[in-house]
């Protein structure tokens, strides 16, 4: 640890991403800590597992003696608020101190400075959260890259593997998105697309690092390729009319992930297809880290002295 503790009240805010971690920690208007870290070890799934190792990141991060006024974590795949409560209340024992877990995506709209919307999340994966107006947290999306997870960049490889094998069903010559593919997989033929996928240890992961050759193929000209794109793009926005019509304010739509910021002709897919299913939806791609929306949620810990409203996610996962 540092050496000297804050005088002041200390807010901890934690994103916990796919690959790597944001610790922040604030004491009145003062940075106390600003701390990134790998992800590895990081499993939601287990809850005790989990808070040792929150806690293990925020003894390391803060100053000796330092002791967190309030807690927040929006931590990758912690799918459901029964899941959140859990490492909660196992954190909060474990440090002493009013503990808040959520998703990752629940982080965008408080990061951004608003206090109701919807956050969209396309990186590896895909998911969006909003808020019923009883605060009632309803999350749609991040399904996984086998079954879902559209939008982000495993689903994008997916579905242009799946797009190439149709060609090759219809018995069209190999185009620039097989071409493509077949390089980044490094792989001879199309039919070695599904091995080269189905071998993978961690499908998300691998998967997603293949993304890149759909947006290439894009720009080389290949019709399949748009199409995947403009698809994906649709998808996306369809996470966001789903959670429209169970009654989320959908206003604004706050948008974060390397893969949807990263490449424009996603973001302008997404965009398109959202203006024209939910006309007046304002779309805000976040430019700070998300772990402000960590400190925003610690905060609001310190302002209330009632539990957080009940959360409920769109089906048991």
Known sequence: MQDSPPACPLLVGIDVGGTKTHLRALAGGDLV?????????????????????????????LPAGARPA????????????????????????????????VGDAELLVPAAGLDQGVGLVAGTGSVAVGRLPDGTAVQVGGWGAVLGDEGGAAGLVREAVRTVWAAHDRGERPEHLAVRLLDSLGVAEVPALGGALEGASDLSAEWGRHAPAVFAAAADGSPLARTVITEAGGALAALVTRLAARGVPVDDVVVAGGTVL???????????????????????????????GAIALARGLLRTDTAAPAEAHGSPR
């Open 33 to 61: 800590a600003d701390h990134v870290r790998a992800s590895g070890g990081w499993r939601p799934h287990d809850p005790a597992a989990a808070a040792g190792w929150l806690a293990a990141l925020v003894r390391d991060a």
């Open 70 to 101: 309030s807690l927040a974590v929006g931590a990758h795949a912690c799918e459901t608020p029964r899941q959140g409560a859990a490492i909660g209340a196992a954190v909060a024992t474990l440090l002493d101190v009013p503990a808040r877990i």
């Open 262 to 292: 990263a490449q424009p002709a996603l973001y302008e897919a997404f965009t398109t297809a959202l203006a024209t299913a939910l006309p007046g939806t304002r779309v805000r791609p976040l430019r700070v880290p998300p772990v402000r």
